[in-house]
């Protein structure tokens, strides 16, 4: 009976928490605990286990063999209670709240206007939506999927790629009647290159001249913290801006921006992905039916 009293799922969680977070600090901010309480939760788990799990130094832990093993298998069977508990409640259809981070540009141009029919596919999930261009740490937001522009970095998250898209350097008519339409990637020192206030996987702007690679840094006078706000910038006519083909596709067409410098930027490409953690290939439904859903529907271009 005593082994009944344990709950073991909730000491499964938060020792899952302590390895993907690191140490029992994050790990005690996860799970809204102090880390003492962590700490002495793992060392009443490794008593009744009669195993070290992890090393503890006083910067960070370290996985022992048999805490690495028993992490994969607590992974393996909180999935198994958290579908389990799905079926029970509902059939098989997806349910509970989905916690997504995307980029302002997609969100706003794919997400958003895509949240009606998912909702309507899958009335059992809630959303919870945070739009931001700067890079989140999933655990850290508890965010179930975030969405990324540009090169991954490695991590433990899996991902799946959405498509990928052209970037554009554009500027509206007004500003390139004023300050003349670039020539070539040299021009742009004499233009005002609006850019982002946040460390980006490309700081510059990648161009061709004759050939070499070359890089121009957004130095201008104005820096933003999302892509949306960078458009709006370029279409006030205060500079010229780097952004995603999708973002500017509709702006192009009606005449309210350009684009330039076409002939030295045709390698200029964006991948995006949604991101996502599934250690050993175990995702709550309501996650899978999401991505499905934006694999199924997003176009980019």
């Known amino acids: 009976m005593a082994r009944l009293e344990v709950n073991r799922s909730g000491e ?3 020792f ?3 390895v993907e977070l690191g140490g029992f600090s994050a790990a005690a901010r996860a799970c809204r605990m102090t880390p003492s309480a962590v700490s ?5 788990l490794e008593a009744r286990l009669g195993a070290r799990l992890v090393n503890r130094s006083t910067r960070q832990v370290q996985v022992t063999p048999e805490g690495c093993v028993f992490y994969e298998r607590s992974v393996r069977v909180l999935a198994d209670l958290e579908e389990a508990e799905r079926a029970a409640a509902a059939g ?13 540009p997609f969100g706003e141009h ?19 939506i945070v739009l931001t261009d700067e890079v989140v740490d999933l655990l850290e937001k508890r965010a179930d999927v975030a969405v990324r522009a540009g090169p991954l970095k490695s991590s433990r998250l899996l991902a799946r790629k959405l498509g990928e898209t052209r970037m554009l350097i554009v500027g509206a008519p007004a ?30 702007w990648p161009l061709l001249d004759q050939g070499r690679a070359v890089s121009m840094p957004a130095t201008g006078n104005v820096q933003v913290s999302d892509g949306e706000a960078l458009r709006r910038l370029a279409l006030s006519g205060l500079g010229l801006a780097r952004l995603a083909a999708f ?13 330039v410098l076409e002939e030295f930027n045709r390698g200029d490409v964006e991948e995006v992905h949604a991101v996502f953690l599934g250690q050993g290939g175990f995702l709550p439904s309501r996650v899978r039916a999401f991505l499905d859903f934006l694999v199924e529907k997003v176009r980019l271009c």
């Open 16 to 18: 899952v928490r302590v």
């Open 92 to 104: 098989d259809a997806p349910r509970g709240r989905l916690c997504v981070n995307a980029n302002v």
């Open 247 to 259: 973002q500017v596709r509709a702006d192009i067409a009606s005449g309210r921006l350009r684009a």
């Open 110 to 128: 794919f997400l958003l206007p895509l949240v009606p029919e998912f909702l309507e596919r899958h009335p059992g999930i809630t959303l919870d």
């Open 175 to 204: 500003y390139l009647e004023r300050h003349g339409t670039p020539a070539g990637p040299a021009a742009l020192e004499r233009h005002n290159r609006l850019g982002f206030n946040y460390a980006r996987a490309v700081e510059g």
């Open 40 to 44: 002495k939760l793992v060392g009443r």
């Open 12 to 14: 499964m969680e938060v």
